[in-house]
């Protein structure tokens, strides 16, 4: 972006313009305590040695998974990224390229893209993919407003309470304003979304339901039920809502329990979890439904010598077609982080995802069984899970945290931040990086904290 220098009497004049008689007064609307009202509180000057120093320091103060052993996840979880990921993204044919418009010149992008919708589809069940999302909430909203194109009419969707909290509260942030309501379906006492709670929203008005398998307290949902208990309802859409996407490897496609849509984050396919992001959402749905699909598509087709190529395709955006005919306004498609998520599934195969997911679920396995043996700790449900558990002690989670972060081990994520009722409960993700003494210095810790030890 250009920096373009304003004069005093530059700024003057545009302050005139806009009726405004100064700088502050243009600001006004953002509240005074959040203003920035003296200068930035930074150092001198440096030379490039002080500065590579100066930030190593600062640096040092976080508290990295590299640094400490890590059971966070609640939606970004800490797998193995292989080395050759990073160093292919930084070829410069890959980090220098925009957006394809040109096809003729960007055949090698389009052609990543298309294999990335490719893996979507062969891990969903379901026919078109598209070119990918921000991340796993938006592409969540951009499959609910998607729905309710193709059902025309109606203005209710039912959303498990199960789906991660930070998508419903984006939902509802994206919906606010449209005639759309949100209801959401209870969960059972074994942490499964109730079918009851579903079938007292069901009506005429409802064009979709949506469920997260594993759901946020790392439960796996029983997808046939759901479509068992929705199947009456005439032209429901059903969504599979995907946050760890390395569950794929090992758990049946939603495609093949009559879910219509899947959608979900791709952080788990090879991309660190580099402070909450950028990561990159993905979008899968049956082929009737492409034409409502958000987005870009990539096509295969052949050139006029009958060459193998591809082509951008069904990408009804604003700057495609006119703005009120647009499926949607998101103007990305990720492509480098979807490209490292293409580049580790295409390294890993079939074979490695569903190891990778192997050791998931084996891992969590073993951790339940010892934690299920100390006394004070608490699992409120007992249906399968994946690699994620949600437990509960008689000891506030903030605390019990903070004490274990003082061993060495990031314990896990409090709930009280999602729910204010659950100021004891918390969740611990294991995946294929933890050994088995990590998992057992894991209980013993625990045991000592909620025991009274410290």
């Known amino acids: ?24 007064e243009l600001f006004e609307s953002i509240p005074a305590e959040l203003r920035l009202d003296a200068p930035l509180d930074l150092p001198p000057p440096m030379s490039e040695i002080e500065l590579r120093r100066w930030f190593r320091g600062v640096a040092d103060r976080n508290l990295s998974g590299d640094k400490a052993v890590s059971f966070l996840g609640a939606g970004v979880y800490h797998h193995y990224q292989p080395a050759c990921v990073d160093q292919l993204l930084l070829r410069g044919e890959f980090l220098t390229a925009y957006t394809p418009y ?75 304003n ?32 949506a469920v997260q398998s594993p759901n946020f307290f790392g439960v796996v949902e029983d997808y046939d039920a759901v479509r068992q208990a929705t199947e009456q309802q005439e032209g429901l859409i059903r969504i599979a809502v995907i946050a760890e ?59 006029v010598d009958g060459r193998r190529a591809w082509v951008l395709t069904l990408a009804s955006r604003e700057q495609h077609i006119r703005r009120g005919k647009a499926t949607s306004n998101i103007c990305t498609n990720q492509a480098l982080i979807a490209l490292a998520a293409n580049i580790y599934l295409s390294l890993m195969g079939k074979d490695g995802l569903r190891e990778v997911a192997m050791q998931c679920l084996g891992k969590a396995a073993y951790l339940r069984r010892r934690l299920e043996r100390i006394e004070g700790v608490e699992m409120p449900y007992s249906s399968p899970i994946y690699n994620e558990i949600f437990v509960r002690t008689s000891k506030n989670a903030d605390s019990l945290m903070e004490a274990m972060e003082k061993r060495g081990i990031l314990g896990g994520v409090p709930l009280a931040r999602y729910f204010d009722e659950e100021k004891n409960g918390f969740l611990v993700a294991v995946t294929e990086l933890h050994t088995r003494a990590d998992l057992d210095r894991y209980a013993d810790e625990l045991e000592a904290l909620v025991g009274g030890a410290e």
């Not at 972006?1 to 502050?24: A, C, Q, V």
């Open 102 to 176: 040109q096809p003729e010149i960007s055949q090698g992008t389009l052609q990543t893209i298309f294999e990335y919708q490719t893996h979507q589809s062969l891990l969903t069940g379901l026919e078109v993919a598209n070119a990918s999302l921000y991340d796993g909430s938006t592409a969540f909203v951009e499959a609910v407003l998607m729905t309710s194109r193709v059902r025309r009419n109606t203005s209710k969707v039912i959303v498990s309470r199960g789906v991660h909290p930070e998508y419903v509260e984006t939902l509802r942030t994206y919906v606010q």
């Open 1 to 24: 972006m250009r920096f373009i220098p304003n004069s005093s009497e530059d700024i003057r004049e545009m302050l005139k313009t806009i009726g405004k008689s100064s700088i502050n």
């Open 178 to 209: 449209l005639d759309i309501e949100v209801v959401m379906a209870d969960l059972d006492d074994e942490g499964r979304t109730s079918l009851e709670s579903i079938a007292a929203h069901l009506d005429e008005a409802v064009f979709a339901v």
């Open 245 to 303: 996407a390395s569950s794929l490897g090992i758990l049946s496609p939603p495609g093949a329990h009559g879910f219509q849509i899947a959608c979900g984050e791709g952080q788990a396919w090879g991309i660190a979890p580099q402070f909450g992001g950028p990561f990159v959402g993905f979008l899968v749905a049956a082929d009737e439904l492409k034409r409502h699909m958000p987005g870009r598509l990539v096509g295969e087709t052949v050139d």
